[in-house]
């Protein structure tokens, strides 16, 4: 099967009706090019706040933007469903009645029907100036032709444990929304995402926002490149990278998924991660500090 990753490059809108036309044509564009899977990346709904100008503020703009979730919401059902694809759609800080926010997303099928996904290891900045609380569980979603999906949302893919339980639970693909701000936060998730898909003997789809915005205050700037990954062994590039985008630039990146070569390699690869990574003397041995003389 194919998936797609778009490099989405957050813009000023002029109204929600151009913003709908942007990401039909996004998810169209996916479907066309035969992917049975578009990935959006993380926090794409922040070029909302172009829409809610008087909020000057993080938190203003938060409570400003529920007032669009519904229409967001909304929108990628309608592009879903238009183009017979599965969608990981962009994540949006869903403020709850109790005053809560978190950082979900939806993955929503070709008929329209939805599952959220919630961040679970918040940056410091989502934490400590923007106030964003934790999610607290996590799914694993089965799609046509044998994928079985989860999703580690960008800081939740630099942490093995987290993407480990997905893999544990049967995930042969991970996807990856991300959001950075600089080249280093980039290549923090990129090679966070090769090391899991070395570790789990899966594929790994990073979908990243591209482009400056200087009017937002969460996501004014943007830097990443999108990116699929897979183990290194048989079967597979021996760099692990089965297609990698253009750094910066606004695209679609769009790859083939051999879902019967992670079965082959879990089952008999040079080596077997997915299998060895709860072997006793890993987790068992005792550690000991000691000093050499000096």
């Not at 409570?63 to 599965?86: C, F, S």
């Not at 926010?101 to 929503?108: D, G, P």
């Amino acid at each position: 099967m194919k998936v797609a990753a778009w490099q989405y490059p957050i813009e000023a809108q002029a109204s929600l009706a151009a913003w709908r036309a942007k990401l039909d044509a996004g998810i169209g564009e996916a479907a066309a090019a035969g992917a049975a899977l578009c990935v959006v990346p993380e926090y794409a709904a922040m070029e909302l706040t172009s829409l809610v100008p008087t909020a000057t503020t993080l938190d203003a703009q938060v409570v400003a933007m529920q007032e669009l979730l519904g229409d967001h919401d909304a929108a990628y059902r309608a592009a879903a469903t238009r183009h017979r694809i599965t969608v990981v759609a962009g994540s949006f800080p869903v403020r709850s009645d109790d005053g809560v926010v978190r950082n979900r997303l939806l993955v929503i099928g070709p008929r329209g029907d939805a599952i959220a996904v919630e961040k679970l290891q918040m940056t410091r900045f989502e934490h400590e100036r923007w106030g964003i609380s934790a999610g607290a569980s996590q799914h694993v979603i089965e799609l046509a032709g044998g994928v079985r999906l989860g999703v580690a949302i960008c800081y939740d893919a630099e942490f093995p444990l987290i993407v480990r339980r997905l893999a544990t639970a049967g995930a042969n693909v991970i996807a990856v929304p991300s959001c950075t701000d600089s080249l280093a936060g980039y290549h923090r998730v990129r090679v966070a995402c090769q090391a899991r898909a070395l570790e789990n003997q899966c594929y790994v789809v990073q979908a990243p926002t591209v482009g400056l915005a200087p009017g937002s205050l969460a996501v004014d700037a943007n830097v990443g490149a999108a990116g699929v990954f897979a183990p290194c062994d048989r079967g597979f590039p021996d760099d692990g990278v089965v297609a990698l985008g253009t750094l910066g630039a606004a695209q679609l990146l769009v790859a083939e998924l051999e879902l019967a070569a992670i079965d082959a390699v879990r089952a008999d690869g040079q080596v077997l991660g997915h299998r060895d990574w709860d072997a006793p003397n890993h987790l068992g041995a005792t550690v000991m500090r000691r000093a050499l003389a000096r």
